[in-house]
């Protein structure tokens, strides 16, 4: 994910992890309201036949409404914890591996195909390892973002003991299945889309620099999108199993029986709730990720030239 110019600086993977953790940051601030918003629409169930969120603009003014601004950044310190960490480690990952696998295999260098391919693997590696690490705070992200006006836990602290209490260290890994058969293709679709969708940008320019930035905005965008329309689905059922536990909110024996009983209850359209926010989120959080995570790598070589200049 190199650039242009800049490519004879190499940059190690403590600096891969500062750019990662650098873009989760201010990716999760831009999205985090479209995230709880989601949360919201792939949780809610049927009240007297009818759905208590719908339409993003009415939703976001009904829960300002009943729970006051603040309301749609619930969640915000974890989920920020889960952003930093999420992208430190996976950028990282994606960088040594696809470094490591360019290196025995060269001659995919020349090759799209290939390239496209490992992009796929190294993403998706990146993913798994990233989950792993970071499921737990996802857990406790999601529970504090499912509570309503009624709060069931007080504060961070009273969250985790709370949650350790239900079932242990278990509790916090809730809804894994569903969400590493999710996270290996998400995250390596996102990497493919991206290189796939910058290798057209720039055949198709008149220069490979032209409007670079821009470039990296739109590609990691689209990727984002193509990403998510693909696995909602596993999405909506992963959010289902993480707060079960949590008042009001049914139970489920499985990733299976969840997918089942959500079919058989309210309709295969369910797995799509909340789509429109996902997409919406999706699409620019993934466009401010490559994006910022891109400009913070020239950033960090331009500071390595200087440094060498002068020394």
């Known amino acids: 994910m190199g650039v242009k110019g800049h490519e004879e600086v190499k940059l190690r993977p403590i600096h891969f992890t500062v750019a990662g953790a650098t873009s989760g940051v201010i990716a999760r601030v831009v999205g985090q309201p479209l995230d709880v918003l989601k949360i919201r629409f792939q949780l809610q169930t049927l009240q007297d036949g ?21 309301a749609l950044w619930k969640g915000h310190v974890p989920a920020q914890i889960l952003s930093v960490l ?4 996976q950028f990282t990952t994606y960088e040594t591996s696809y470094t490591y696998i360019n290196k025995i295999f060269p001659q995919c260098a020349h090759n799209n195909r290939l390239k496209t391919g490992i992009e796929f693997v190294c993403g998706g590696m990146a ?9 737990p705070v996802d857990v406790l992200r999601t529970r504090l973002v499912a509570q309503k006006k009624s709060t069931v836990y007080r ?19 809730k809804g894994i299945v569903p969400t590493l058969c999710m996270i290996f293709p998400n995250t390596g679709l996102h990497f493919a889309f991206y290189g796939t969708f910058k290798r057209a940008w720039i055949f198709f320019s008149v220069n490979d620099t032209e409007n670079k930035r821009l470039m ?16 909602l689905p596993l ?33 295969i359209v369910a797995l799509y709730r909340g789509a429109s926010p996902s997409v919406w989120k999706a699409t620019i959080v993934s466009g401010v990720t490559f994006f910022t995570y891109e400009q913070t790598c020239d950033i960090i070589r331009w500071y390595e030239i200087k440094k060498k200049s002068f020394s």
């Not at 009818?50 to 729970?67: D, H, M, R, W």
């Not at 059922?237 to 029986?257: C, D, I, N, P």
């Open 86 to 89: 999420f992208g430190a480690i």
């Open 216 to 231: 990296r905005l739109t590609c990691g965008g689209l990727s984002g999108l193509c990403s998510k329309l693909m696995l």
């Open 127 to 135: 993913g798994i390892g990233s989950t792993l690490a970071c499921q």
């Open 235 to 267: 999405d909506v059922v992963k959010k289902r199993l993480q707060v079960q536990g949590l008042t009001g909110y049914a139970e489920y024996s499985g990733m299976v029986h969840c997918f089942r009983t959500v079919v058989q209850l309210e309709g």
């Open 155 to 173: 504060g961070l602290f009273h969250a985790i003991t709370s949650m350790f209490k239900e079932n242990g260290i278990r509790t916090f890994y």
């Open 50 to 70: 009818k759905l208590p969120y719908v339409g993003i603009y009415k939703s976001a003014k009904t829960i300002v409404k009943q729970e006051g601004l603040s």
